[in-house]
Structure formats: C-alpha cells, structure tokens
C-alpha cells in the first residue's frame, strides 16, 4: 500500500516520472498518522510538563531568595528539554524504519533519494511544534511570560525549532547507523542529561564550582539557554547570540551531512 501511494505518477503514459513532492507528502503524512495512533503527540504534549514540575518546583524558593524570577529563568531549558525529546524520537524513528526493512524497501523504488529523510524530518517538526506549544502553556502557568512583543516571542520559537531540528538531523543519522531502537534511544538520553544538569539552564554559572565553570558557561545548552532568556526578556544582543548562533551552524554542518550520508546509503 506504501509502495503504491509514493510511487503514484502524476500524469499518465510510459513516460511519466514520479512526483518528490507527491512521495514526500505521502510519506509524512503515514508517519503523522502512525504518531497520533500510536498517542506519540500526546505524549510529546505531557513530556514538557514533566520537565516544567521537575525543573521548576525544586529550585523556585532558593532561586527566589536570591532575587531570581525562576519561570524566566528556567523556561529556555524547559524548551530545549522539551525538543531535544523529540531527537531521541528521531533516532528511534530511522532504527525502527530500518530494523523493519522499510529504508531499504525505499531504496528499491523510485523514490528520491532525499524525500524519507525530509518525510522524517517533518514528522519530527510536527512534535517539536507540539512539545513547544505544550512547553509554553506550561510555562505561562508557572508565569514565564514573553516580554518584549512578538518579535523576540517568534525569534524565541523558530530557535527552539532550529535547535530541535538540528538534534533531529543528529538522531536520525545515529538511528540509521543503529540495528537497535532501544539501544539508540539509551545512548541519546545521557548525553542529554548530563548537558543539561551541566548548563546554565537551571542555576546561574556561580552555582558551580570553579573548577568546571568555564564548560558550563561555553557549552552549547548554556549558550542557547543565554540567548532565549535575553529573547523572552527583549534584551538580546550580539554578544550574546552570536556564540548560540555558531554553535548552531556547527551542529547543522556536522549533523546534516552525516543524516544526509547514514539515509542513502546502501548498507
């Protein structure tokens, strides 16, 4: 039934050639389906509100002693947890569309070669939008507020989704490199934990020793955290976005490529 849907050609006769659009379209929307029948965005709605009551109810009393509003301070890394959720997701994806033999079911069709891997991407774009919408709602509820008018509110959302998109890209190539969905979703989610814990996204840079201060402040977690708190607060500068903005575009340089490479190839 795949096969007929993404190998449909758009006009008539010997000589007509298969739509890439057509097989994109198709594709993401089987996935979009499988993930509302399977409860995917469901779950992609209540992860940030796991992340927003484990993050925020802890620390918001000793934070607050300390002059810090802790809804502002904290909702960046609420955000980033939230869709780096979705890379894991990502990589279980590719292993599971590999392990099962669809991937390479695609390579024996006329199928682009470019188009499984975007029909995942959006899929993954899909959740990351849900997640973040969830994560705001959240966050609204524990009074993060966006205070600086829509610009810096849209420039704080299409980060997000940069910064999901970028880890996605990344997740998809190690779940194709992967025979295992589990074993890959295991190896994604410490990573993950110990950048975040070890970041700026949940208590300022004083609150770690100073041996290991100078990777907390420059890893990437604390210098997207620096500059989607100075977005939501309207005080985003050069300075500061310019640091996240590069590591941005090494992510995207490192990760595209390899998901482009682990996608096509015919092993």
Same mark, same amino acid.
């Given at each position: 039934?795949?096969?007929?849907?993404?190998?449909?050609?758009?006009?008539?006769?010997?000589?007509?050639?298969?739509?890439?659009?057509?097989?994109?379209?198709?594709?993401?929307?089987?996935?979009?389906?499988?993930?509302?029948?399977?409860?995917?965005?469901?779950?992609? /709605?209540?992860?940030?509100?796991?992340?927003? *009551? !484990?993050?925020? #109810?802890? &620390?918001?009393?000793?934070?607050?002693?300390? @002059?810090?509003?802790?809804?502002?301070?904290?909702?960046?890394?609420?955000?980033?947890?939230?869709?780096?959720?979705?890379?894991?997701?990502?990589?279980?994806?590719?292993?599971?569309?590999?392990?099962?033999?669809?991937?390479?079911?695609?390579?024996?069709?006329?199928?682009?070669?470019?188009?499984?891997?975007?029909?995942?991407?959006?899929?993954?774009?899909?959740?990351?939008?849900?997640?973040?919408?969830?994560?705001?709602?959240?966050?609204?509820?524990?009074?993060?507020?966006?205070?600086?008018?829509?610009?810096? /509110?849209?420039?704080?959302?299409?980060?997000? *989704? !940069?910064?999901? #998109?970028? &880890?996605?890209?990344?997740?998809?190539?190690? @779940?194709?490199?992967?025979?295992?969905?589990?074993?890959?979703?295991?190896?994604?989610?410490?990573?993950?934990?110990?950048?975040?814990?070890?970041?700026?996204?949940?208590?300022?840079?004083?609150?770690?020793?100073?041996?290991?201060?100078?990777?907390?402040?420059?890893?990437?977690?604390?210098?997207?955290?620096?500059?989607?708190?100075?977005?939501?607060?309207?005080?985003?500068?050069?300075?500061?976005?310019?640091?996240?903005?590069?590591?941005?575009?090494?992510?995207?340089?490192?990760?595209?490529?390899?998901?482009?490479?682990?996608?096509?190839?015919?092993?």
């Amino acid at each position: 039934m795949t096969a007929d849907i993404v190998a449909a050609p758009t006009t008539t006769g010997p000589a007509a050639r298969p739509s890439a659009i057509g097989q994109w379209w198709a594709l993401s929307s089987r996935l979009i389906r499988t993930m509302v029948v399977r409860g995917e965005l469901v779950i992609a /709605a209540l992860a940030p509100l796991v992340f927003t *009551l !484990g993050f925020y #109810l802890p &620390l918001r009393h000793v934070m607050q002693l300390s @002059g810090i509003n802790y809804a502002q301070f904290v909702m960046p890394i609420i955000v980033m947890q939230a869709v780096a959720f979705t890379a894991i997701s990502a990589a279980q994806l590719a292993a599971g569309e590999r392990a099962r033999g669809f991937t390479t079911r695609m390579k024996t069709m006329p199928v682009g070669g470019w188009v499984p891997l975007c029909a995942r991407m959006t899929a993954c774009m899909v959740r990351s939008i849900v997640s973040l919408a969830a994560a705001l709602t959240y966050g609204y509820m524990i009074g993060f507020r966006f205070q600086a008018g829509i610009g810096q /509110a849209v420039m704080f959302c299409l980060a997000a *989704l !940069g910064i999901g #998109l970028a &880890l996605s890209l990344g997740g998809d190539a190690i @779940g194709n490199l992967s025979k295992s969905p589990e074993a890959t979703a295991q190896a994604l989610t410490l990573p993950q934990l110990i950048l975040g814990m070890l970041s700026c996204g949940f208590v300022p840079e004083e609150g770690f020793p100073e041996w290991i201060r100078p990777f907390v402040r420059n890893q990437p977690i604390s210098q997207f955290a620096y500059a989607m708190r100075d977005m939501a607060d309207g005080g985003i500068t050069w300075s500061v976005l310019m640091p996240a903005a590069l590591w941005f575009i090494g992510l995207v340089l490192v990760f595209a490529p390899l998901a482009v490479w682990a996608s096509m190839r015919r092993t």
